[in-house]
């Protein structure tokens, strides 16, 4: 089961490398995966929800902060090297259109941090799911392309960061739910 897993990875990893590959295709990617073009954005993003949206958008910003930490650091320092698989870039004769980056693979922190966001946003704002799942799709799309993420890393990037999303914008939301409702049981009418 796991070589027949193992070797669609690698035939999907192949087609979007190398038979994908075009200079419009190689422009997108690249800023795509960029992220200096993604931290201001985000951060944009957490400043007009802290600004205009009320508790809700101060939660889903402290939320986003968290869950995207824990998330880069539990991809980075604790399953890529644990798991220790090696980028297709260090391993296969990859068509590389920017470096290689670090050595290990799985998970994709982009991917991973991608869906962190996207999962935070949903849980506190159910509509902006069709936008932040086709962006986070698109970055981690933009890792398999680029030659330094099978696909496979993308989808466990992918799991990672909404399960981590997920658990922190639901932690975030009982703590919230208790002070209110302490709030609410101590306020003299």
Excluded: E
């Amino acid at each position: 089961m796991l070589d027949a897993i193992a070797k669609i990875d690698l035939i999907a990893f192949n087609f979007i490398n190398h038979h994908l590959a075009c200079r419009i295709l190689d422009f997108t990617m690249i800023l795509m995966s960029d992220r200096k073009l993604w931290i201001p954005i985000i951060f944009g993003g957490m400043i007009f929800l802290v600004v205009f949206g009320g508790k809700r958008g101060i939660l889903t910003a402290v939320a986003i902060i968290i869950a995207v930490s824990i998330s880069d650091l539990t991809a980075a320092k604790f399953l890529k090297p644990l798991i220790g698989r090696l980028r297709p870039c260090f391993s296969l004769d990859v068509r590389l259109v920017l470096g290689c980056g670090g050595r290990f693979s799985f998970p994709s922190n982009h991917a991973a941090n991608s869906a962190a966001i996207a999962m935070a946003l949903f849980t506190f704002y159910k509509k902006s799911l069709r936008f932040t799942v086709p962006l986070a799709i698109i970055v981690g799309f933009s890792r398999i392309y680029l030659g330094v993420h099978y696909p496979s890393d993308v989808l466990g990037g992918f799991a990672v960061g909404a399960a981590i999303g997920y658990a922190t914008s639901w932690v975030i939301k009982q703590i919230f739910a208790k002070n209110a409702d302490h709030n609410r049981k101590n306020t003299v009418p």
